[in-house]
């Protein structure tokens, strides 16, 4: 089963003459375990394509299938249980800001059915230290820098257990050493989990840890280059 | 199966709340306010009721005979004293007694200056008191010109209590006529009398020449044990003219309040006063939670798109909304305990914490809090997990 299979996917946004169409005719699929980069040049609908594989958005017209669930045509719950099995990782790190970084992780752990909250917790810690935070899991966010942010934010993502893996440029606010380590580790923990990865990015100093690299312009997929 | 302990989660509405330390106290601080604003309202109101009718709970009869032109306590009329009489004939009735009930004008004997205050007359023989220990004292009345005064009448009626007390014979004039001070009682005042004083029928007459000597104001009627006082009262009704109108104890203590409830603006006023704290403590809970749910709107919406249910944030603010309202309400209960304290002091009305009361102010904050949160949700709803990319 494919993590992700999109056939015929169009996206359009506004009404009458102001609408404008965003995804053309869309098709790829993704498989379990495959670490795939989508890049092209801002505004070519990377992050629409993105937040209707999260479940994030209702799918207009075409076949769209994540993790073996129908989502064209799926409601608001269906859509967040399919998101409960996808994990996020966005450009800004999005944590809350009220929490501690291990509290943060469990937010993810959280969603994991039927653990006691000490079983949670330690899922918690054991992500941040497999993102090697096991010094800083009381600090607020605000007392990390970016590139722990994002650590974080990945350890969060991966704690919920996900199959499949998107990330929005993850590594735009980091420095490129750092956006490196950052990516890398994201490929070694999801290819542990056999986790899928849909990673957007403009970062051309990465693209090699991709196993497949899908570009995009005008909202259409352009044919694979070898 | 769920576990009470799988059920535990990372407190997110303490933490969201507490983040803001002076954010928090400040909101705190205005639900106070708000609910100490209802607290002092509800106090007048409910003192000005209780306050109205305490010279009403003394006496202890079972129906009582007023004129239909009686307004309220400060606004008595008399009528014929033979209706009262006539009562007698009713073999269920064991026994009447008239009382006198009129403002007189009271000398300050310090500063000379004159006051109203209310004067009760009646037979020092046969009281009608509920108290015994009140009965006991009004002996000294059978002596004319012998008044008993309420030493919890404001004091501008001059320090008469202090003087009694001291061992000082203490005179004053009412309209003109001289009187001592035989003893001290404790009734307490009123939104329309400030001080009260009792008297034997023949000393109130004395002070009031001019009025018609067979017209009373109140007439008290005590029935035979085991009797049904409605059953009488119904019979009375029916056998006495109209220019009385027969009532019974509580009934009484009804009339009075009614007034002040209903021909005044006072009732409306109190009731209009906690209203408004309460509409003061919803807008500031709502803007609380409302800037609070701005502000961490990404948060949430990144929430929703790790799959988190909107139910479940909304569960968070609806518990934060909770939060406050049991943080405000602690330091509302203390400031109203410590308000009434004062109030009591400086006007001797009875205004205290009652658990009633106590517990409508806790509902009414926790209705504000819940509803603000509740109006504050609509913000989450906008929260699109989409936008957050």
Known sequence: MAAVELSGLSHAYGRGAMRRQVLQNISLRIDPGEVVLLTGPSGCGKTTLLTLIGALRSVQSGDVTVLGERLDGAGRRRRQQVRRRIGMIFQGHNLLRCLTAEQNVQMGSDLLPGLGYRARRDEARRWLRAVGLEDQMAQMPHDLSGGQKQRVAIARALAAHPRLLLADEPTAALDSATGRGVVELLRTLALEQSCAVLMVTHDPRILDVADRLLRMEDGCLLPPVQ | MKRPWQGRRIPLSWLLLTRQPIRLLVALAGISFAGILMFMQLGFRDGLFDASVTVHRLFDADLVLISPRSASSVRMAGFPRRRLVQTLADPE?????????????????????????????????????????????????????????????????????????????????????????????????????????????????????????????????????????????????????????????????????????????????????????????????????????????????????????????????????????????????????????????????????????????????????????????????????????
């Open chain 2, 93 to 389: 009735v064991e026994g009447v007694t008239p009382v006198h009930w009129g403002l007189m004008l009271w000398r300050n004997p310090e500063t000379r200056r004159n006051r109203a205050i209310l004067a009760l007359g009646f037979n020092p023989d046969d009281p009608f008191f509920m108290d015994p220990g009140l009965a006991q004292k009004t002996g000294v009345l059978k002596q004319k010109g012998r008044i008993l005064f309420d030493q919890l009448s404001r004091p501008e009626f001059g320090p008469i209590a202090q003087w009694h007390r001291e061992g000082r014979t203490v005179e004053t004039e009412i309209a003109g006529n001289r009187v001592r001070v035989a003893g001290l009682v404790s009734l307490g005042t009123s939104f329309g009398a400030d001080g009260n004083l009792l008297t034997s029928t023949e000393t109130f007459l004395d002070l009031l020449p001019q009025k018609p000597p067979g017209a009373i104001e109140v007439g008290l009627i005590r029935l035979r044990a085991g009797s049904d006082p409605d059953r009488v009262l119904a019979r009375l009704k029916q056998r006495l003219p109209d220019d009385v109108i027969v009532l019974s104890k509580q009934g009484f203590i009804d009339f009075e309040q009614n007034y002040w409830r209903s021909s005044t603006s006072i009732g409306f006023i109190f009731t209009l006063g906690a209203a408004m704290g309460f509409v003061v403590g919803c807008v500031i809970v709502y803007q609380v939670l409302y800037t609070d749910v701005s502000d961490h709107l990404p948060e949430y919406a990144t929430l929703m798109a790790m799959g988190y249910r909107l139910s479940h944030l909304l569960g968070v603010v609806l518990r934060e909304g909770v939060y406050l309202a049991v943080m405000g309400y602690v330091p509302a209960y203390l400031a109203g305990q410590g308000l009434y304290w004062f109030v009591r002091d400086a006007t001797r009305l009875p205004v205290g914490m009652n658990a009633t009361r106590a517990l409508t102010v806790l509902v009414m904050i926790l209705v504000m809090c819940v509803a603000s949160s509740l109006l504050a949700m609509r913000r989450l709803v906008d929260a699109d997990p989409a936008e957050i990319f």
